[in-house]
T-cell receptor, first 116, second 109 residues
Framework: DTGVSQNPRHKITKRGQNVTFRCDPI?????LYWYRQTLGQGPEFLTY????????KSRLLSDRFSAERPKGSFSTLEIQRTEQGDSAMYLC??????????????FGEGSWLTVV | QKEVEQDPGPLSVPEGAIVSLNCTYS??????FMWYRQYSRKGPELLMY????GNKEDGRFTAQVDKSSKYISLFIRDSQPSDSATYLC?????????FGTGTSLTVIP
């Protein structure tokens, strides 16, 4: 499978615990995005990377959230001290060409987080 | 007010019907207009995108953009049960995508 890979696909955690999600983009895709999608809503932008540089962060990305892409390949999204409101699907997407993102961006299948 | 508004439905139609899905938006800076299809617990996949006002056709799908009214539509002709999914409109400006809430569509055989 050469698509965007996300792990774990499902995570149930207790409130207050930390969780980390991993995204492996399509090979050689230098642009990587994180989105959050809650039930009945569309995806909401969290942050994006150009190679290893984090270029933009949404206001949704509170100080409990941190994203990294240390070598410009895979990325991790960590949520500290999880709250029930963090329950959502976390989507990763990647694109090879910032100039043509609109039709070259591919989404992963998402990582579902349930905070109990 | 959200930047992209979309009726969440749900919408239920018989097989073979013409489906019309719509979104409105408020940000004049949006440059690209997209429609994504999302199956349950899966990531969105791009169906169509347009840049300018007017129509764009791809098989049974037609995307329509009216920038003056800030209104976009997706028409599905001869709908099939396999079209049952959530359809998300999305708009892009700069490096960000802005999605609608999605419309849940069920095509009944």
């Amino acid at each position: 499978d050469t698509g965007v890979s996300q792990n774990p696909r499902h995570k149930i955690t207790k409130r207050g615990q930390n969780v980390t999600f991993r995204c492996d983009p399509i090979s050689e895709h230098n642009r990587l995005y994180w989105y959050r999608q809650t039930l009945g809503q569309g995806p909401e932008f969290l942050t994006y990377f150009q190679n290893e540089a984090q270029l933009e962060k949404s206001r949704l990305l509170s100080d409990r959230f941190s994203a990294e892409r240390p070598k410009g390949s895979f990325s991790t999204l960590e949520i500290q001290r999880t709250e029930q409101g963090d329950s959502a699907m976390y989507l990763c997407a990647s694109s090879p060409n910032p100039a043509r993102i609109v039709n070259t961006i591919y989404f992963g299948e998402g990582s579902w987080l349930t905070v109990v | 007010q959200k930047e992209v508004e979309q009726d969440p439905g749900p919408l239920s139609v018989p097989e073979g019907a013409i489906v019309s899905l719509n979104c409105t938006y408020s940000n004049s800076a949006f440059q690209y207009f997209m429609w994504y299809r999302q199956y349950s617990r899966k990531g969105p996949e791009l169906l169509m995108y347009t840049y300018s006002s007017g129509n764009k056709e791809d098989g049974r799908f037609t995307a329509q953009v009216d920038k003056s009214s800030k209104y976009i539509s997706l028409f599905i002709r001869d709908s099939q049960p396999s079209d049952s999914a959530t359809y998300l409109c999305a708009m892009m400006t700069g490096n960000q995508f802005y999605f609608g809430t999605g419309t849940s569509l069920t095509v009944i055989p």
